[in-house]
């Protein structure tokens, strides 16, 4: 099972900051935190990933709390391409090494 | 940079046949690949973690002698649906990781399979 939850869906307006968030209270100190989004009938394109630190690149940003058992996605200037199911994701570790489960995700909806 | 490619992106066939999908890392060697399954409207479900030069390791539920795959070498792995039949019809995705375990996957635009 997904070791995240997210709520099922969001609203944007077009050109304002989607802040997505996710909780993992679960999550142990040596674990990171990534972020993947689909666009309908694509493969999931990966977004950012952090392990404590706040994070951003060309993308988004990543918040993550002090006590790591949440954190937030930032998509700073949300455009229409931006509707997508996001997926927050802590690895669950397994035999032999770390498995990447995916849970229902956010759907958000950037409108115009 | 990290480029995962699969073919083909979309296939048709008859019930019975096999059907192979490849998934190629372009501009990288993977030494870890993972294949997932999509039904409409779900999430995407690990079906298999391949590992060059070694058997994959199967999820739960999933049939190793259903879905054959094999990891030859550091940028191919392939994944072959035996006797596919309608109820195989679904999204495969494959992905790959690019250097370290704690490094993201990178995916691939999927295969739509559709068994008549």
């Known amino acids: 099972d997904a070791k995240t939850t997210q709520p099922p869906s969001m609203d944007c307006a077009e050109g304002r900051a989607a802040n997505l968030p996710c909780n993992h209270s679960t999550i142990s100190g040596n674990e990171y935190v990534y972020w993947y989004r689909q666009i309908h009938s694509q493969g999931p394109q990966y977004i950012i990933h952090g392990l404590k630190n706040n994070e951003t690149n060309e993308m988004a940003s990543l918040i993550i709390t002090e006590d790591r058992k949440s954190s937030t996605l930032i998509l700073p200037h949300a455009t229409l391409r931006d509707t997508a199911v996001y997926y927050c994701i802590v690895r669950v570790a397994d035999t032999g090494g770390f498995k990447t489960i995916f849970g229902a995700g956010t759907r958000l909806f950037v409108k115009a | 940079g990290a480029v995962v490619s699969q073919h083909p992106s979309w296939v048709i066939c008859k019930s019975g046949t096999s059907v192979k999908i490849e998934c190629r890392s372009l501009d990288f060697q993977a030494t870890t690949m993972f294949w997932y399954r999509q039904f409409p409207k779900q999430s995407l479900m690990l079906m298999a973690t391949?590992?060059?030069?070694?058997?994959?390791?199967?999820e739960q539920g999933v049939e190793k002698d259903k879905f054959l795959i094999n990891h030859a070498s550091l940028t191919l792995s392939t994944l072959t649906v035996t006797s596919a039949h309608p109820e195989d019809s679904s999204f495969y995705i494959c992905?790959?990781?690019?250097?370290?375990?704690?490094?993201?996957?990178?995916f691939g635009d999927g295969t739509r399979l559709s068994i008549l």
């Open positions: 992905s790959a990781r690019v250097g370290d375990s704690n490094q993201p996957q990178h």
């Open positions: 391949s590992n060059e030069g070694s058997k994959a390791t199967y």
